[in-house]
T-cell receptor, first 112, second 118 residues
Framework: DTGVSQDPRHKITKRGQNVTFRCDPI?????LYWYRQTLGQGPEFLTYFQNEAQLEKSRLLSDRFSAERPKGSFSTLEIQRTEQGDSAMYLCASSLILSSGTFGSGTRLTVV | AQTVTQSQPEMSVQEAETVTLSCTYDTSESDYYLFWYKQPPSRQMILVIR??????QNATENRFSVNFQKAAKSFSLKISDSQLGDAAMYFCAYRSQHLTGANSKLTFGKGITLSVRP
């Protein structure tokens, strides 16, 4: 297993378009987290899955954001009607219950 | 809610020297975990060191060690014999001991950019 994989690495989109990111966690990890990191800031929690269930969503996650994790495997994060303020690095992390988690390399979104 | 503060935005160290990165946090919990993560320019966040709050002994991982002061809510990272490859952003992070739901999430500071001078 090569760790947490995120795709794409970079995404440039026009304001108002929809974008979808994918995260493939470490296969035996049942927990999956999405974070958003803006320039000069630390990552901020967006949402959390345990297996296929989305158990928590941050207030940062507006109704334009939706995340899924079908069958408890990979996860997708979709942003509808993108805005310039959505420009950020989107990080995915997976973990077992007691571990600190492993991060992917992130998807950098630029909304123009 | 827990908060993590890293007040130094940048630090610089001479290769082979020692540097200490500061972090303070605020929580009402008595049991929790603290972490230091490294984020090189390649962007992947890598765990450097982890400290359980119930342990009085400071964690050590090779050249990396922490000074954990629970009463002062301080958690600094010391890097000894600094190497060029240590140059990166370093984030201090907090996690509750209660691993249910979003309590299991990490709360990060703003990070500090460490540069290493050859």
């Amino acid at each position: 297993d090569t760790g947490v994989s995120q795709d794409p690495r970079h995404k440039i989109t026009k304001r108002g378009q929809n974008v979808t990111f994918r995260c493939d966690p470490i296969s035996e990890h049942n927990r999956l987290y999405w974070y958003r990191q803006t320039l000069g800031q630390g990552p901020e929690f967006l949402t959390y899955f345990q297996n296929e269930a989305q158990l928590e969503k941050s207030r940062l996650l507006s109704d334009r954001f939706s995340a899924e994790r079908p069958k408890g495997s990979f996860s997708t994060l979709e942003i509808q009607r993108t805005e310039q303020g959505d420009s950020a690095m989107y990080l995915c992390a997976s973990s077992l219950i007691l571990s600190s988690g492993t991060f992917g390399s992130g998807t950098r979104l630029t909304v123009v | 809610a827990q908060t993590v503060t890293q007040s130094q935005p940048e630090m610089s160290v001479q290769e082979a020297e020692t540097v200490t990165l500061s972090c303070t946090y605020d929580t009402s919990e008595s049991d929790y975990y603290l972490f230091w993560y490294k984020q090189p320019p390649s962007r992947q966040m890598i765990l450097v060191i982890r400290q359980e709050a119930y342990k009085q002994q400071n964690a050590t991982e090779n050249r990396f060690s922490v000074n954990f002061q629970k009463a002062a809510k301080s958690f600094s990272l010391k890097i000894s014999d600094s190497q060029l490859g240590d140059a990166a952003m370093y984030f201090c992070a907090y996690r509750s001991q209660h691993l249910t739901g979003a309590n299991s999430k990490l709360t990060f500071g703003k990070g500090i950019t460490l540069s290493v001078r050859p």
